[in-house]
């Protein structure tokens, strides 16, 4: 697939705009008349601006001095709709059986290329700006390939959820160099190869992730890492620490275990309860009305955690989501036990997550500061 010819996006974003580098996770941000004039511009194939040639130049090191506005720059249209990011899992099937992981069941399923193509012209109709692709391992899905480049090629800034352990392919790195994500984010689960395959219950997976994250690495995709301690690994958390730091400056350190996303408390036996530590108040979100959830299927929801009500965008299209913001409402309005606590200021955890944890029949100390 031959790669798209922009070096810029300019998008509106929640009643900004913003002009993006694909790859580039920093921005400039412009006036709606700077913008407008942009799209004029493009229209009848003039140079670019010398503003905006400028501001390429201090942000990005970029020289387009003689690129017209059509040819550098790909425009995002308005949308009607508020939805700026969106996280799409592509498939919820998985190369390893992590017993940490909060998708239980991992079913290797999802949608066929035409819907899905269907699926991302409506997630960019509504104003998606940043999509997160993943799963599951998304890498493995048969669709993939397609999947990433038509997310790109829509003006939409990709981040890759990936175990790394198909990075090293020539087809992938070929994909993610043409078409740079602006963050590609991998978990570690161990420092050596017997920490790691026991915790992924796969072997051979440590070299996988290895080889597929030092490939990252050399073609400079923007990497972050997750390390993610649990019962089973917390004997190297430190090994960890110092493996993430060596190949990413974003680094990301996960200790509580949720419930599955159907309420499945497996996930929870597999705590290192040395690493249960106060978290930072829950103060509310936006999901659902700014962003949103895709499954597999294309169901939409407000988030990865709440799931109810979920809106079928290949049948009702982008004007199905315009629900999406009163079910958020009412899902994070605290009920039960948790309606008249005296503490809730000070809860760290939401009432859909709330409402996994009651689900799954887990100690009140995983989520409740009355424990």
């Keep these: 697939m031959p790669a798209p010819t922009h070096e810029l996006i300019a998008s509106p974003f929640l009643g900004k705009y913003l002009v993006l580098r694909p790859g580039d996770s920093s921005g400039v941000k412009v006036q709606a008349h700077h913008y407008l004039e942009l799209g004029q511009r493009a229209s009848t194939r003039a140079p670019l601006p010398g503003w905006l040639r400028d501001a390429a130049r201090r942000r990005w090191g970029l020289d387009l001095a003689d690129r017209t506005t059509d040819e550098a720059l790909l425009i995002r249209k308005e949308s009607p709709y508020g939805h700026g990011r969106a996280s799409y899992e592509v498939n919820n099937g998985c190369n390893w059986a992590c017993n940490h992981c909060v998708y239980g069941a991992k079913r290797h399923e999802g949608l066929a290329w035409p819907a899905r193509a269907r699926l991302l012209h409506i997630l960019c109709d509504a104003g998606v700006l940043w999509i997160e692709l993943g799963g599951g391992e998304a890498t493995i899905d048969r669709h993939f390939l397609e999947t990433y480049a038509l997310s790109y090629d829509l003006g939409m800034m990709v981040e890759l959820l990936t175990n790394g352990s198909t990075l090293f392919r020539p087809r992938m790195l070929e994909l993610l160099t043409s078409r740079r994500p602006y963050r590609v984010t991998l978990s570690i689960y161990g420092a050596t190869e017997e920490t790691f395959d026991g915790f992924t219950n796969r072997p051979g997976a440590f070299r996988k992730f290895m080889r597929g994250l030092a490939a990252a690495h050399e073609a400079e995709l923007p990497l972050s890492l997750s390390v993610v301690i649990t019962e089973k690994n917390a004997h190297e958390a430190p090994a960890m620490r110092a493996l993430a730091e060596r190949y990413a400056s974003r680094v990301r350190e996960y200790t509580h275990m949720s419930p ?31 962003s949103l959830n895709v499954s597999p299927f294309g169901l939409a929801t ?4 709440s799931r109810d009500h979920p809106i079928p965008l290949l049948k009702e299209g982008v004007a199905g989501l315009a629900r999406l913001g009163g079910i958020s409402d009412r899902a994070l309005q605290r009920h039960s036990g948790c309606s008249g606590c005296a503490l809730q200021k000070s809860c760290t955890t939401c009432m859909p997550l709330v409402t996994l944890y009651r689900k799954a029949g887990s100690p009140l100390d995983r989520y409740c500061q009355h424990a």
Excluded at 260 to 287: I, K, M, N, V
Excluded at 302 to 305: G, L, N
């Design 302 to 305: 407000v988030c990865k955690v």
């Design 260 to 290: 599955t996303f159907t309420g499945g408390a497996e996930p929870l036996a597999q705590q290192a309860p040395e690493y249960l530590h106060s978290r930072t108040p829950f103060t509310g979100c936006d999901a659902g009305h700014t």
